[in-house]
């Protein structure tokens, strides 16, 4: 199990006053939390703690940017991301508190606060980890995939900034906003767009390099922007982290965006033995590249596939250390 320091103990721990504080005769629900602090900013969102005054906690506060505040399309996501992330209540997902309207109107939702290190942080560390640990990490997150799929929904955003691991075992995978979700009748609105590759067309992306960093794990099928795209997107994406895991390179090795776009589409990524210092054990090098094939009717055909051949005894296959 990875190890990391405890949340501070304002955040953590328990206290009789807390617990035992009256509710309020009257509840306003615009005076429910307090204390806001903004962790993070995506490139239409905001995500905040703050403290949930009726149940004494530390949560999680996910809202859109001022300027997208009324886009429509926006809303939209944001509602879909609160509701795919409820619905599926898996323990590897973060869990979702309450969904509403602030002051303004404006739409927001609350989740767990977890504290922990993603994948990407890690894997700046990587010698710092044994490859057993960082594959159970892999195998947590099958696991919801597998749970998602079976509902129904495809996340389509796997990379390692959306796994994060926390300081009590779990692994989480979060980032739901563009998960893809069919109707009763296998039909679903394509309006709700994949990533574009295109910096100046793409507001939604802070940096250039977050462009690299997502493009670098997404299937041939989503930068082609496929209609029918399904769920082995997933495949092909949890496939690219586990190759990053076992080589300490992405597929491309590359860092421009077009050159990282073609070799995905149109190149075979070296296999991780031969870009590894050390020895990588041939069952999971198969299940990495069986991952990656560029057409998704060659792949491992769901993630349930990936997981029983993670689940075997490839650790027979390490080289003791000396």
């Known amino acids: 199990m990875l190890n990391f320091p405890q949340p ?6 328990v206290f009789l006053e807390d617990t035992d504080r009256p509710l309020a005769e009257k509840l306003n629900p615009n005076m ?3 204390m806001f602090s903004t962790i993070a900013t995506g490139g239409k969102s905001l995500i905040k703690t703050c403290k949930d005054l009726h149940l004494s906690r530390i949560v999680c506060y996910k809202t859109l940017r001022p300027e997208f505040a009324k886009d429509e399309i926006e809303q939209r996501r944001l509602l879909r991301e609160a509701r795919v992330s ?11 508190y309450e969904l509403g309207r ?5 739409y927001y939702f609350t989740m767990k606060l977890v504290h922990g290190y993603t994948l990407r942080e890690i894997l700046d560390f990587r010698e710092r980890y044994d490859l057993t640990q960082l594959v159970d990490v892999i195998v947590q997150i099958c696991h919801a995939l597998e749970y998602a799929h079976s509902h129904g929904v495809a996340h389509r955003d796997i990379k390692p900034e959306n796994i994060l691991v926390g300081p009590y075992g779990e692994v989480l995978l979060l980032d739901w906003g563009l ?4 109707n009763a009748d296998g ?16 507001p939604s992306m802070t940096s250039r390099g977050a462009l690299q ?13 496929n209609p029918n795209i399904d769920a082995r997107t997933d495949v092909y994406s949890i496939g690219a982290v586990l190759y990053e895991i076992l080589c300490g390179s992405t597929t491309s090795g590359l860092d421009k965006i077009e050159q990282i776009v073609n070799a995905t589409l149109n190149e075979e990524p070296p296999k991780p033995s031969t870009l590894s210092a050390t020895h990588i054990p041939a069952l999971l090098e198969y299940a990495c590249m069986q991952c990656l094939q ?5 792949r491992l055909g769901s993630i349930s596939e990936l997981l029983r051949l993670l689940q075997e005894e490839w650790q027979a296959d390490l080289v003791p250390p000396e």
Request: glycine share 4%; net charge neutral; no cysteine.
């Open 8 to 13: 501070p103990k304002s955040y953590s721990h």
């Open 32 to 34: 429910r939390y307090a």
């Open 86 to 96: 409820a619905m599926l209540q898996h323990p590897n997902t973060v869990p979702t």
């Open 102 to 106: 602030d002051r303004a109107g404006n």
């Open 179 to 182: 998960a893809k979700v069919w």
């Open 187 to 202: 039909s679903t609105n394509a309006e709700v767009a994949q990533i574009d590759l295109d910096p100046a067309a793409n």
């Open 213 to 225: 960093g997502t493009a670098s794990y997404m299937s041939p099928e989503q930068i082609q922007r």
């Open 294 to 298: 560029k057409d998704p009717d060659k």
